[in-house]
């Protein structure tokens, strides 16, 4: 099922998008559209008019709702004549389209995903792949990645980020680093679905690297007494992929190569550079964290206004630091007891 919403604001179209409510085959269209209103409108305040293209059975009812969670009088209706009308029959054709393409997509995927089963030899078509990364610079603001892909597309809801924690992991040893987040992502999913009813277990991993990384997660899952996770890793090839092709990994020792052209090449191509963009974000933010750290944010009892006020006053965190406790009493918003605990912290390290 398919519903175009179109947003019309002041007399102007401010734009429409189409949404495909999920687990709908047994539940009746008028049901699935009223829900859908409802949970649309639980984050976007509800407008004074709605216009739907069928009579709801409980459309008072559901006004009534939408109304109350607004704060003033909702009215929902469905137009029979004039401009009106042209708009809900432009909004119909719309849905009909976006469904035409999103059905179209759907084969394309399930035929991609049967293939995917085909070559790395799985019993069905993946559900639930994850692919994993990492990032760093020289070693700093080192991270791990992941990110959930299905047959309906990227499941970004569910994507993660593995800061580095564990004393014997080096940041920048990209072995370690996966050995990390393998170790972490699988106990917790032992602990939490040991019976891998909740459907957060990967039919299939892709990891981004050659034999040595997938020796070391296949290690870490070893280790934890999980053997039945397909795992495989994706190198550049020889050329550092310049052709287009990528060496995958398999467990049992074996590399294979996809044709240049293949669908599915260019398929786990996207999904390893999706895993390598969210690396690289999440580690671009933390890089922004730590530049903007400052040894004033470790003082116990100074808060971020009494922070920026020192740093007006003092200019640099290690002008704070260094400033005698004459001059740090001199500071706006800075009490003795305070001038007296920032002196202390410096001074006693």
Not at 290 to 305: F, H, N, R, Y
Not at 323 to 349: I, T
């Amino acid at each position: 099922m398919g519903i175009q919403a179109f947003f019309i604001r002041g007399g102007q179209n401010w734009g429409h998008r189409s949404f495909f409510p999920a687990h709908t085959n047994d539940v009746p269209e008028d049901e699935v559209l009223s829900q859908f209103l409802m949970q649309f409108y639980e984050e976007v305040p509800p407008p004074r008019t709605i216009f739907v293209d069928r009579n709801l059975e409980e459309a008072k009812l559901l006004a009534e709702a939408l109304a109350a969670r607004a704060g003033h009088k909702v009215a929902l209706g469905m137009p029979q004549r004039g401009p009106r009308r042209r708009l809900l029959e432009q909004a119909q054709r719309n849905a009909v389209e976006a469904l035409d393409r999103r059905m179209a997509e759907s084969t394309t995927q399930a035929r991609l995903l049967a293939e995917l089963a085909d070559v790395f030899e799985l019993p069905e078509p993946p559900d639930r792949i994850e692919i994993y990364d990492n990032s760093h610079i020289q070693g700093t603001s080192a991270l791990g990645a992941m990110v959930v892909a299905g047959p309906e597309g990227f499941r970004k809801g569910q994507y993660r980020k593995f800061n580095m924690k564990r004393a014997e992991t080096i940041a920048g040893d990209d072995y370690g680093m996966m050995r990390e987040m393998f170790s972490r992502r699988f106990a917790r999913a032992q602990e939490e679905d040991p019976d891998r009813q909740s459907g957060t277990w990967p039919d299939l991993v892709l990891v981004d690297g050659g034999r040595g990384q997938l020796n070391a997660v296949k290690g870490v899952l070893e280790d934890l007494g999980i053997e039945d996770v397909c795992m495989v890793g994706v190198a550049k090839g020889p050329h550092h992929g310049r052709d287009g092709r990528e060496v995958f990994h398999l467990m049992d020792g074996r590399e294979l190569t996809l044709p240049v052209n293949s669908p599915l090449l260019f398929y786990i191509q996207r999904l390893r550079d999706e895993a390598h963009r969210f690396a690289i974000g999440a580690h671009r933010d933390k890089r922004s964290k730590a530049i903007g750290a400052s040894p004033l944010d470790e003082v116990p009892g100074i808060g971020p206004a009494r922070k920026k006020a020192l740093l007006m006053h003092f200019g640099t965190a290690r002008a704070v630091r260094g400033a005698s406790l004459e001059d740090l009493r001199k500071a706006p918003g800075v009490s003795a007891a305070v001038a007296q605990q920032l002196y202390d912290y410096f001074h006693s390290r």
